[in-house]
């Protein structure tokens, strides 16, 4: 497959693949011991997660599949493993831990904050890597 240039500047999310109603899970046979139930913005399902990075171009970066019981913030590391710039991520991406192994690397992420949540500043000077061609 083939992957889109590295720009500094990524978006990350992740989506929900059904395989099947959450009624029927116990009788489905085909992923049987593979999928998990897990839960998305809209709910309740059971089959896998499609976790994608993607660059301003729309090219993709990185992507990875996980079982549907995987909390969104476990691939992250792997998924951005080379990249330096800005990652833009929603909400479900929040933790400190995250942020400051991410913010070391040079990949600064940029989400938005919860109703409980203090604001924080972040440093937004242009002093990461940058490759021009």
């Known amino acids: 497959m083939l992957f889109g240039e590295e720009t500094g500047t990524y978006f990350m999310d992740a989506t929900a693949i059904k395989i099947c109603h959450n009624k029927r899970r116990y009788r489905n046979k085909t992923f049987a011991g593979l999928a998990k139930q897990g839960k998305s913005s809209m709910g309740f399902f059971y089959g896998f997660k499609l976790h994608l990075v993607i ?71 242009l002093t990461t890597k940058t490759k021009y061609n």
């Open 55 to 125: 660059n301003e171009k729309v090219e993709f970066i990185a992507l990875k599949m996980t079982k549907g019981n995987v909390d969104d913030r476990v691939p992250v590391p792997d998924l951005t493993r080379d990249l330096t710039g800005f990652i833009y991520a929603d909400k479900g991406y929040i933790k400190q831990n995250l942020f400051v192994n991410l913010y070391g690397r040079g990949l600064k992420m940029v989400h938005g904050i919860k109703k409980n949540m203090p604001n924080k500043l972040m440093d937004l000077n």
